[in-house]
């Protein structure tokens, strides 16, 4: 027996532990002793049923993540879940944290389950572009139905444990110990009913073939250009055909192209970068984390507003600080008109959004804000409002206070100047729609502290962000790779590509959306202010000139009706022929020679642009490592997760192709930025 895996008898029951932090991951060593822990278990006579639990945090939170891609050791999972699912005698499994992937389909493989209230039940193998290895796919819909099934298994959410036991799923909920639940339950209905045989019959509902074309339509196309989903799709209509064993055997060999394919190692690698980008390497401090509880947002304006309300929905208080009355009432209502319609959607209850209101406090005064314990400047990108604001709030608040500003580019260390604690100031910044996009990009300047640092990376997990920790560099990490990517948008537009052509091929190549109706959306006037304001970027004439030429010509995007693309009342999007001779013309003046392009070659050059721009960045140390550019990217940008980030794209590329095509496009252009990074010799 394994010490991670016991085994106790406890009057007449075997409760078997399972203990393997930090979330007691499948490991080989913990199948095995499970199937130890079973046959010791069933061997003993005086025993009538058998629980299943774990010590810590959580039940089992899945398979070992880090063990795919290795050699596999025996005994596979779906072995041990058949041994459960077989087991003469009963199995309860006691349920408490998050049960899922693997945990799951341990639990569901039990004859019953009984769990604590609040516990995670789900199989989220589908964003680590796997399906359920271990039967999940055959069992969950022998338990909740087909469609309930599909729901889980294809989106990959997770579902909470009611305050009651209400359907298949579990058998008993407690909000108290589940052990003694487990043990409860099992000598009032366990015993006396003798317990029951897992259904491992042919699922046969009439509607099996709609809901089938309902989960394509509504479910599969969300996750455009991932094969996971498919193949879960496939494995779950084997319920409707093969008896659970046969099913199984099926969906395993599914599971195992998913395992073995790009995609998979993608989205895994994607899984430990995020964590990794959660833990930087920062000088061990001993004060305690600075306590952020009473939060201060400048600025009402749509990124002001939408930081505001994803402190309020984290349970924080939040003073809200315009310069005045009418914008301040601009911001408020905005805020009260999301949360209703969050309200009307579903979302949130109204109970929950009168909760967040009374925690929002708007002011014009400075004296009102003196207790904050943060404050996020999210005013208009100008350096000498900005300066203005941090020395206001030198003024007011605590020399406790971490003074932060939400700036897309500006200097930070150039705002800090105006306060004399320079320690306490950081770059917080938030991608927008605040409230919704995960990623913070957390900026250190040269003289923030480390205790700073930390508390605005502990901050980021409390307000459920994703924290990536940067130096500082105009543009930082995300602004800075996207404008070299936008770059060569701009430069393939003079270059006769439209910008349909060239919006395709990135969506073709997996972005959410293309660059130009991204730049549309945006405003393309807010990059023109940028670039106007710091004209060192680039003395290339043909820089940004596309985008350049369309402010001149008042075709600020979405916002006029019109940039890259006219749009109508409804924002319906279509080409309009005037921007290609405003292209041309300008092009024919500079000389540039049209060419033809495919959507690989289009897709390619932006993405290589973006990966010589990262590369760059790591050689000069303002991101720690790769998984913390494919972190931005993935969380900020839109970047195909099956993809791992550009980073891990490159890698998958190989850096040698790498090179070659960077220095086939500096020979091309004779553009400078094309110059292989150094930091790719380093890798070769
Ligand atoms: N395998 C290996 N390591 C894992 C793991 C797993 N399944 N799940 C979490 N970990 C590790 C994390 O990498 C982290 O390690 P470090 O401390 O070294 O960084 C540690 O456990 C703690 O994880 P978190 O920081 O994420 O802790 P949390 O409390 O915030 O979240 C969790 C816990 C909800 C379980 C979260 O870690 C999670 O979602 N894990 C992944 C769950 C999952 O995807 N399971 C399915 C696996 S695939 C599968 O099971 C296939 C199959 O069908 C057989």
Redesign the pocket.
Known sequence: MSNIVSVVSQNEVAVITINNP??N???AEVRSGLLDALTQAQADKSIFAIVIQCEG??FI????????GQTPKLPH?PDVVLAIANSSVPIIAALH??V??????IALACQYRVGLKGT?L????V??G?????G?TQLLPRVLGLSKAMNMIITGKSIKLPDTADNALVHAVTDSDVLACALEFSHTFVKSSGGQKLNNKIVEQDDAEDIKQHALKNLVSKRKGQTAPLKALEAIMYTTQYSLEEGMKKSRKL?LEC?DSPQSAAMRYA??AE??A??PKLPSISAPLKNIEKVTVIGAGTMGAGIAMCLLASGLSVYLLEINAENLERGMSYIKNTLSSSVKKGRISEQQAFEQLARLTGTTEYSSIADSHLVIEAAFESMVVKQDIFAKLEATVSTECILASNTSYLDIDEIAYVVTHKSRVIGLHFFSPAHIMKLLEIVKTKHTDTNVISSCMAFA?TIKKQAALVGMCYGFVGNRMYASYGREANFLLLEGCSPEQIDKALVDFGMAMGPLAVNDMSGIDIGYKARKENPNLSVDPAYFLAANLLVDSGRLGQKTGSGFYAYDEKLNRTSDPIVMDIFKNAAQKLNIVPQSYTSEEISERLVLALINEGANILQESIAENAEVIDTIWLNGYGFPRYYGGPMFYAQQLGWKYVKEKLLALHQQTGKDWWKPSTYIDSLL
């Open positions: 930090p979330v991951a499948l490991s945090r959580t939170a899945g398979a070992d993540i880090k063990e795919f999972l944290g998050s899922l992937g693997g945990g799951f389909e995670t789900g199989l989220p193998e964003n680590l796997l399906i359920p290895g271990a999940g599971f395992r899984f430990f964590k990794k959660q833990k997990k």
